[in-house]
């Protein structure tokens, strides 16, 4: 077959396919409404889902971020030690950062803390020297590496330097947060997992039901000779149309609802490491992409089992 | 032009084994009218099915033209009947939707031929199986079960086929409408068509020239006795 003929009997026959898809479509305008509108409240369940799995994972970040440990030192340890500990510390894994404030500045800030109270600042003044000590605070990735961090403090010889160590114990409200992360995302993949089986077994009857009311016309085109492909194509068609338009009514909604929420988040995550918006619709649109092409090829894999009793000869 | 050797068909369900047909070997040169008849049971329909690439045999051989039908795929056996068969069956099966034209057209529409050249052949077809053509824009079920039938024989023919298949053509007519079909049979084998019919009534066969007896899966007789007499009707 030459390419021109080749190519006219191309259009032809995916000519005709589209146009079967479409009037199926319109025959069965109320089933394709209905698998649209499962495809939509599934789709929104998933992302509701992947909202909150986000949302939880941003809350444990923030708790986990006030939490620290502070090394109060003595005020006789030489200025120079300290830098070397605080060297030693940045290097330690696990430990994202150590601020350093050195006695001068410790004296200055608990005097700007305490301006308003007289009654101390006349004692400092009577004291006549710096009675506040170097502060180290150190920082690590997650609540559960302070205990590690402690320890190793404690086993170094410079420990008996150090007058009072706070540990700033938000651990407790991180591993709550964090407990409630993990059963959120068990609970998100479960609920995930239960969502799509239903949404599969509804894709499955609807185009059970259109193929079977279509079976006689099948049997019809089968006769005359159109391949097994020729009859799948229209359903693969439909199916698609009804993934584009699902994703395209979930997108819209995913929109508003961020448009809507997003300005109630911003308080509650002042740090900005969560919004809809942001997890929706930061570019390159990662999230969106995979979940339309996941529905389509579930739908698609669907339409094929659904089809296979009715293309027997 | 179409040739069966030995051809068996076994259905198998629940481990229970039915042989349908049991060794059938003849063969039909182009040009033939044959009635494959038989009571109810004895194969027919399984044989039409294979030799109309609807099914394959079990075991045995099908030869078509000289291509060996019997081991085909799927897709491959869809080439067969779009290209070279042409059905007919006692229920019509026309799209109820679809205009008459459309229906004639359909094969031509699988076997990607435009539409301009489909609508010129289709209605040619619907001319030679004796439709009018104001008809030919009607829904198929606005039409008289003659007119259908009219409609299935031009479908069957649009393509040019090597064969036509008639499963019991005349099973949903009147005997004066049946007549007129079997009569459109007759014309369209005397043109060239080759043609096979499958019944089980004795007076349908007797329009054909060769009578195959089908019973219990195996051929009880094959009578040419009426290609004579044929010969002398035609003549006349």
Redesign the interface.
Known sequence: MSSKKYR??FL??WG?IIAHAGQNMWRNASLALVTITILVLSLISVNALLAVRAATTAAVTAVNKQVDLSLFFEPAAPEKTITDIVAYLQAVPNVTSVEYTNPDQALAAFRARHANNDEILKSLDVLGENPLGALVVVHAGSAGDYPAIISLVQAQPWNTLIQQRSFEDKTQIASRVELLTSRARTGSIVLAILFSLIAIMIIFNTVRVAIYTQR??I????????????IRAPFFVEGFVYVVIACAVVIGLLAATARVVDPFLGPLFSDGGFSLHTLFFAAPYELLVAETIIVLLLTWITSAFAMRRYLR? | MIELKNITKTYTNNNLSLQVLKGITFSIEDGEFVAIMGPSGSGKSTLMHIIGALDTPTSGQYLLDGHDVSTLAEDELARIRKTKIGFVFQAFNLLPRATVLRNASLPLMYAGVPKEERDDRAKKALLAAGLLESHFMHLSNQLSGGQMQRVAIARALVNNPSLILADEPTGNLDSKTGNVVLGTFQKLNREGHTIVLITHERDVAEHAQRIIFLRDGVIESDDRSHVQRKQSYDNA
């Open positions: 006219a009997n032809i026959v005709r006689d016309e049997a019809i085109k089968k006769l005359v000779g159109a391949t097994n492909g020729f000869t």
